[in-house]
Nanobody
Framework: QVHLVESGGGLVQPGGSLRLSCVAS????????MSWYRQAPGKERELVATIIPSGDSTSYADSMEDRFTISRDNAKNTVYLLMTSLKPEDTAVYYC???????????WGQGTQVTVSS
């Protein structure tokens, strides 16, 4: 059974940092592109960052590359999102997604809430 379990969210003050984790099980993690998405209240879900199966290349949505860093540890079946210089507009539920490199198979986690507020 496939599971993607996010953790690391919470309440943080503006300017602070958080590291999100997403632990995968039930599929061959190293064969999947991994992404982080976020959805703020009243808004559509948006892509934050993606990392290729080997971890050698990453991509980011506009304006996020300077503050967010995606990484993965294939030995631990885990993808991370380090978020720094957080702003109130970063408040959202953050989701991880796995996409199979050879076909149309996707898995989503349940999300973790990040709230940036003083």
């Amino acid at each position: 059974q496939v599971h993607l379990v996010e953790s690391g969210g919470g309440l943080v003050q503006p300017g602070g940092s958080l590291r999100l984790s997403c632990v995968a099980s039930g599929f061959t993690f190293r064969q999947y592109f991994m992404s982080w998405y976020r959805q703020a209240p009243g808004k559509e879900r948006e892509l934050v960052a993606t990392i290729i199966p080997s971890g050698d290349s990453t991509s980011y949505a506009d304006s996020m590359e300077d503050r967010f860093t995606i990484s993965r540890d294939n030995a631990k079946n885990t993808v991370y999102l380090l978020m720094t210089s957080l702003k109130p507009e970063d408040t959202a539920v953050y989701y991880c997604k796995a996409a199979f490199r050879f076909g149309n198979i996707e898995y989503w986690g349940q999300g973790t809430q990040v709230t940036v507020s003083s």
